[in-house]
Nanobody, 120 residues
Framework: VQLQASGGGLVQAGGSMTLSCVAS????????MAWFRRAPGKQRVLVARILRTGGTNYADSVKGRFTISRDSAENTVHLRMNSLKPEDTAVYYC???????????????WGQGTQVTVSS
């Protein structure tokens, strides 16, 4: 499985940006897909997740500002980020998880990170 993330860059506070993650197979092959981020000097944390069913979860810090969506026809998950703040500056990572049918364990796949920098 390959995950290709794109869309990062530099934006001013209050601006918007969309990240995209293209998977090498259908998004429905995964239990869920998600975006994580790692800010300088901090651990990687969950930003948003979309389940196979279409349900979504968000970190409290981004609720109401970020939207995760899925374009299954193109095997793509998007993260629309509005009202960006300097504290949103981080490397953003695409993630996909599915259950190994033999071991019934979760298997994680990660894309390369994409830098998002929000200037004040």
């Amino acid at each position: 499985v390959q995950l290709q993330a794109s869309g990062g860059g530099l934006v001013q506070a209050g601006g918007s940006m969309t990240l995209s993650c293209v998977a090498s197979e259908s998004a429905f092959n995964f239990d869920h897909m998600a975006w994580f981020r790692r800010a300088p000097g901090k651990q990687r944390v969950l930003v948003a997740r979309i389940l196979r069913t279409g349900g979504t979860n968000y970190a409290d810090s981004v609720k109401g500002r970020f939207t995760i969506s899925r374009d299954s026809a193109e095997n793509t998950v998007h993260l629309r980020m509005n009202s960006l703040k300097p504290e949103d500056t981080a490397v953003y990572y695409c993630n996909a998880v599915r259950v190994n049918s033999d071991s019934l364990t979760l298997v994680d796949y990660w894309g390369q990170g994409t830098q998002v920098t929000v200037s004040s």
